[in-house]
């Protein structure tokens, strides 16, 4: 463990911005990480995992800390689940592919998501029709402020859509170290709803599709629509997609009939913010390095030299123009520093 000053942070963010931090330290154990906590110089601490879900826009005067822990773990089982928990400096997608490698259901639809386990419940990611929170046990978390270890169960966690308590009231306070999941053995609880998991599935003409076989339909969905990030610069989605009342819904809907939109709830509809950012004539666009994918305007991506602050401009431009046309505001799913 060594603690470095005036560190490039353009390899530990999938956006590739090159930005300096003042001091920076990559920890690999717990034990580590509460001595780094218990002797940190005054600076502002910033957490960093797998460096997928921001955008950084200027330098760092701050005592940057790369939570970089890594295991995988049984913890638990029985004829029918098991428990696994995995380290917080896992990365996302290879952890998905051990689970299916040992036949563990319920997180197959969640493949190729960028970033590492111990960010992942902050936002409680999810992708066709699957949320993290569907499978989530519990996580263990180091506070800040005393090195005191806490669990947190999934009722502690309070996950909404793309939320959790990490991202309000407990923001700042508690570093995730291990995320337990609890897994199917068998009888997995195979989630096709999406039409193009299906339309792959047919493809392939499987009537019967295994864990393994969503994860690949998955894995080809996601390779054809978003860029791989060690290509091209990017953060996954950008925007959330926004849920809206039924009174605004329905304005919408006069405006826009062919519009596609999904149900929440009676009184909750939520649309797809790539069609909102398509229809205001962003996909596909540049701006210097910055710029729209051309396969999926949900996607803001780095074409090299793109800074922080370019993206973000092009990021509000696309918020300004949505909210004139339709009257919907686009919130970011980054977290923009």
Known sequence: MQIEEHKSLKKYNTFGIDCIARYFVSVETVDELKQVLSQKPSEELFLL??????????????????????????????????????????????????????????????????????????????????????????????????????????????????????????????????????????????????????????????????????????????????????VLGNSGSFFKNPVIDAETFQEFRRNFPGAPFYEVSPNEFKIPAGWLIENAGFKGTRFGDAGVHKNQALVLVNYGNATGQEIWKLAMEIQKKVKELTGIFIDPEVNVF
């Open 49 to 230: 995992g797998g460096g997928s879900n921001m955008l950084l826009t200027g330098n760092l005067d701050a005592f940057v800390l790369h939570i970089n822990l890594k295991g995988i773990e049984i913890i638990e089982e029985t004829e029918t689940e098991v428990l696994v928990k995995a380290m917080a400096g896992e990365n996302w997608h290879e952890f998905v592919q051990y689970c299916i490698e040992n036949n563990f259901g319920g997180l197959e639809n969640l493949s190729l998501i960028p970033g590492n386990v111990g960010t992942a419940p902050i936002q409680n990611i999810g992708a066709y029709g699957v949320e993290l929170k569907d499978t989530f046990e519990s996580c263990r978390t180091a506070e800040i402020e005393t090195f005191k270890e806490r669990e947190f169960t999934k009722e502690e966690c309070a996950f909404e859509y793309r939320n959790s308590i990490f991202k309000n009231e407990a923001k700042g306070k508690y570093i995730i170290t291990s995320v337990t999941f609890r897994l199917t053995k068998n009888n997995h609880r195979i989630s096709v709803f999406y039409g193009d998991i299906q339309k792959i599935l047919a493809e392939k003409d499987i009537e019967k599709p295994t864990i393994k076989d969503i994860s690949e339909a998955v894995i080809a969905i996601r390779q054809s629509k978003l860029p791989d990030p060690k």
